[in-house]
């Protein structure tokens, strides 16, 4: 897999890029690897992209809202008595 280098990036440009990864709860590598494939698909594509090496950096990709929407969608009614939050974080990741 090649690899891409950028040279004499500006410090503020550097900064945002990684105040955006950590929004997305995204290492550096994996925000540029999702900008980059994000420009890669063809506009009028409305799905994801569909080179092989790519989809696994597409994992990882959901803003906590999208997890917290669908686990509210999951578990509508909070639980009185019922597993913990982390059985029910281990049981949704394992299910994938």
């Not at 594509?45 to 790519?54: I, K, N, T, W, Y």
């Not at 917290?68 to 999951?74: N, V």
């Not at 597993?83 to 394992?94: K, N, S, T």
């Amino acid at each position: 897999m090649p690899n891409f280098s950028i040279k004499d990036v500006p410090e503020d440009l550097a900064e945002a890029l990684r105040a955006r990864a950590a929004r997305n709860h995204r290492s550096l590598q994996g925000e540029l690897m999702a900008i980059i494939t994000e420009a890669a698909q063809p506009a009028s594509s409305d799905g994801p992209v569909r080179h092989p090496q790519l989809q696994g950096w597409r994992r990882g990709s959901r803003t906590i809202e999208d997890v917290a929407a669908e686990l509210r969608a999951k578990h509508p009614q909070p639980m009185r008595r019922g597993p913990l939050g982390v059985d029910i974080i281990r049981e949704d990741r394992d299910s994938r």
